[in-house]
């Protein structure tokens, strides 16, 4: 499939490091930049108009021949550019990509459209920078106010208030798309598979069923900088104990619950190795089945947190920083994708534990996703890979699923 090839080959090389092999496009930074030029280039190329919102989501635009006035009831399909940090090549851009590719399948097959077709590239879904995932597509349907998007702040400090003066963009445009529910008719999004789900039942493709809910909370440990080496044991007030016991509760917690929760993200104060920490800041990531199960998931790691801390001495603040319902995405939406990929035969049905602004947007318009098949497993890493004959697939089943929602 030579126009997937030839895109999927153009933007390899954007933003990733040398050293891992994994890439580091973060919102609103260099390499960020460069693929919303990219995207604008592929959708001139085909002679979509670009729009970019007021939070920072990109649009490209295929309107019916003759169409007047705004969008509506369109079909609209993408995904994200950004990325985890050292993340895989296929998180997010295969969606944007095989996007591009099924208006190109469309077109060769010449459907005629019956209504508006978009493309999008969410802003920062992923979260890497300022630690609020999907931070565009949430402020999109509301679920996140400007006021607290603005003061949210990455590792130097820099808010998003200025990330955005510093790219061009005035942050008092932040907010609700009061349009959101006129102009989109269905969103679907294609994304790599985040698990072995497909590769264990060896099928290419599946449609999403549900999105587990899942959260972000930030433990803040507080104790007593003192040095290393001249503070007797029973003197210390050290917030690291108390913090490496609660990832070891973490991951027995979850093991009880059948769920999964991550210590994934740390930082120490005052970072020395000589130092005892005076303050440990560990971000907890938690997915579960439902909505009870995930809440007794993070009250029993939230319980044994604060017993080691009182035992210990220290402080500890626990704060939910993000919460995220169980998704269930529509029947209807879902048989129609099957129905449309019934020529491939029977499609697996799969859950999801990741998140995806397909979850957010699911609050306002239908929404229904597509995965491609994943064959190691791994996602958020430089080894996440899917093989071309899979992506291809997944890019002409998108454009079945297209054609069915646009044709004459």
Known sequence: MKSFDSMWASILDVGRAAASGGYRRFAWNDADMTLREWFTGEATARGMSVEEDRNGNLWAWWLPDGWVGDPRDAFVTGSHLDSVPDGGAYDGPLGVVSAFAAIDIVRERGITLTRPVAVTAFSDEEGARFGVACVGSQLTTGALTPERALKLRDAEGISLAEALTSSGR?????????????????????????????????????????????????????????????????????????FASSVHTARGAAAVHDAVATFGKV???????????????????????????????????????????????????????????????????????????????????????????????????????????NPTGVSHSPVEFAEAIDCHRGAEALADVMADYVAE
């Open 170 to 242: 005035n942050p008092a445009h932040l907010g609700a798309d009061p349009t959101l529910v006129d102009r989109v008719g269905v969103y679907v999004e294609l994304h790599v598979e985040q698990g072995r789900g497909l590769d264990l039942v060896d099928q290419p493709i599946a449609v999403a069923s549900s999105i587990w809910p899942h959260g972000r909370w930030l433990f803040n440990f507080t104790g007593e900088a003192n040095h290393a080496g001249a503070t007797r044991l029973v003197d210390r007030r050290d917030p690291m104990l108390a």
């Open 267 to 373: 930082r120490v104060l005052p970072n020395g190795a000589n130092a005892i920490p005076s303050e440990v800041m560990a971000w907890l990531d938690a997915r579960a089945a439902d909505e009870q199960t995930l809440s007794a998931l993070v009250e029993a790691i939230s319980a044994e947190a604060r017993t080691n801390a009182e035992r210990d001495g220290i402080g500890l603040d626990i704060v939910a920083e993000s919460i995220s319902p169980i998704v269930e995405f529509p029947d209807d939406t879902r048989r129609r994708l099957q129905t449309a990929l019934g020529h491939l035969g029977d499609i697996p049905v799969l859950p999801t534990a990741a998140g995806h602004d397909a979850g957010v947007l699911s609050a306002k318009v239908p929404t229904a996703m597509l995965f491609v098949r």
